[in-house]
């Protein structure tokens, strides 16, 4: 064989691999969630994942000062509600909690418990960017990521995990030493750590979430640039393992404009009743100013 023949065919795979690693580069990182199959099959079922949470929530309780203000509650728990009902998961008996914390921050565990820090309220500066994490909330407990840690801990470790687990869902004998096992498991955020395709995937339902409940899209893109701002002990540790808030406004504006177009200049954006619950929680430390979206 010449050297011309193969330089040729060098030429060739050097053509192919450049065209095949620019169309890796111009792949919609969203494209991977849009078929995937939601269910519990293959997880603990629903029921038991309902019994579960409530068990988990018992313990997020006794580590975390819950918000007693009704006003503050009420306002959080409508629109977390009015988001649940356009999720995939419509039917589960959603719960919305606010937690006296001054980390931006919030969190799911399973089952439809979802928790707000006061930090993220105060440092928000429009409805729609907190309804954004909401809905990114509601995303994990449709992508069953709490159900896929459960999962990975009966896996990793069935004699403490797993018998935490079965405890807090069937009780008996096991149920005394289940809390103990579960507040273990809770204190170290194992059971709300995800990797960052679950948080992807969270996004990616979110984005859609708000929109059907009819918020401004660009309220999420708006959210990630706020947090591109904050300081480390600002955030918590849960927000610390997500991917880089630029990606991640990224990946949103590149869905906007590529499938909901437009959607980023109307719809609700903030409200009066934002403004007065955001005014009646103590404020956490300031960001720095974030630049407008292009």
């Not at 039917?91 to 418990?113: C, E, I, M």
């Not at 406004?249 to 200049?265: K, P, V, W």
């Amino acid at each position: 064989m010449t050297k011309s023949v193969y330089g040729t065919r060098f030429l060739t795979i050097a053509i192919i691999s450049a065209l095949f690693i620019n169309v890796l580069a111009q792949a919609n990182v969203y494209d991977k969630f849009r078929t995937r199959e939601r269910t519990n099959k293959g997880y603990l079922s629903e029921e038991e994942e309902i019994k579960l949470a409530a068990e988990v929530h018992k313990e997020v309780t006794k580590q975390a000062k819950l918000n007693q203000d009704p006003t503050l509650n009420n306002y959080i728990n409508s629109m977390g509600q009015a988001l649940a009902r356009r999720s995939e998961r419509p039917n589960l008996p959603w719960r919305f909690f606010v937690v006296d914390d001054k980390s931006v921050n919030a969190f799911a565990t399973l089952g439809g418990y979802v928790y707000v820090h006061t930090g993220l309220i105060s440092t928000t500066t429009s409805e729609a960017q907190l309804a954004s994490v909401v809905g990114h909330e509601i995303g994990h407990v449709v992508g069953r990521h709490g159900l896929e840690n459960v999962k990975k801990a009966q896996k990793m470790q069935f004699g403490v995990l797993g018998a935490a687990i079965l405890g807090a869902i069937f009780g008996g004998e096991k149920g005394a030493q289940a809390g103990a096992d579960l507040g273990g498991l809770i204190a170290g955020g194992y059971l709300m750590k995800h990797g960052r395709d679950a948080e992807r995937e969270a996004d990616f339902l979110g984005l859609y979430n708000i929109e059907r409940a009819g918020y401004n899209t660009g309220g999420m893109i708006d959210m990630f640039q706020m947090l591109a701002s904050l300081s480390p002990n600002q955030m918590g540790s849960i927000l610390s393992s997500h991917p880089p808030p630029a990606e991640r406004a990224s990946n949103t504006r590149r869905e906007i404009d590529e499938r909901l177009r437009g959607t980023d200049s109307k719809g609700i954006n903030s409200s009066n009743e934002f403004q007065r619950i955001k005014g009646s929680v103590p404020a956490a430390a300031a960001p720095r100013k974030v630049r407008p979206r292009s």
